[in-house]
């Protein structure tokens, strides 16, 4: 799997918008995850299979996709989002798994 | 409760071996694939390894040839066997459960870490 590529900050006002992008020319035909990490803690994942969200992820978080790149939405930025976000893919196989290069969201 | 931790980790000195441990709890994990992601201070996430269900193992390059994942069924335990280690294997080490099959390639449920030092 080639280099996700994400941009390294984002600033965002409480309650407004915060999109997060992540690109590869592989993204055109393999699934994205989206995971969220608070500064100490482990990864949470947050979208799975570009916009699919776990039971218990706040509908405020949603993912979509195009071509090849993907994006996180999370609309009505709360305090409590602000954290370090990574996408993942994989290969059809499942035999190779990349990380994005991290994209760290501040809330004004 | 359903969770994962970790357990092995610590100071070692460069071209030593470290076996990492990770205990399932609350579900099995032979039913799973289950994966190695290790992060180095102030980094990303980087995936290490992954064995699936039937045994089958994948690797990253980065480390290919020094590490070995395997599973113990009867304990409900991964493990994560890392030889030759070198300063740039410094790193919190997670494991991480896989989506149930046929939800793609993703993990749902990551351990604490476990934080592996190496250094003389």
Redesign the interface.
């Known amino acids: 799997s080639s280099e996700l590529t994400q941009p390294p900050s984002l600033s965002v006002s409480q309650g407004q918008s915060a999109r997060i992008t992540c690109s590869a020319d592989t993204l055109a035909n393999q699934y994205t995850y989206w995971y969220q990490q608070r500064p100490g803690q482990a990864p949470r994942l947050l979208i799975y299979k570009d916009s699919e969200r776990p039971s218990g992820i706040p509908e405020r978080f949603s993912g979509s996709s195009s071509g090849t790149t993907v994006t996180l939405t999370i609309s009505g930025v709360e305090a409590e989002d602000e954290a370090d976000y990574y996408c993942q893919s994989a290969d059809n196989s499942g035999s190779s798994f990349v990380f994005g290069t991290g994209t760290t969201v501040t809330v004004l | 409760e359903v969770q994962l931790v970790e357990s092995g980790g610590g100071l070692i000195q460069p071209g030593g071996s470290l076996r990492l441990s990770c205990e399932a709890s609350g579900f099995s994990a032979s039913d799973n694939?289950m994966?190695w992601?290790r992060q180095a201070p102030g980094k990303?996430?980087?995936?290490v390894s992954?064995i699936?269900s039937g045994g089958t193992t994948?690797d990253?390059d980065s480390v290919k040839g020094r590490i070995t994942i395997s599973r113990d069924n009867s304990k409900n335990r991964l493990f994560l066997q890392i030889n030759n280690l070198g300063t740039d294997d410094t790193a919190v080490y997670?494991c991480?459960r896989g989506?149930p099959y046929g939800?793609?390639?993703?993990?749902?449920l990551?351990?604490?870490?476990t934080v592996v030092s190496v250094s003389s």
């Open positions: 694939y994966s992601v990303g996430l980087e995936w992954i699936y994948y990253a997670y991480a989506l939800s793609g390639y993703g993990f749902d990551w351990g604490p870490g």
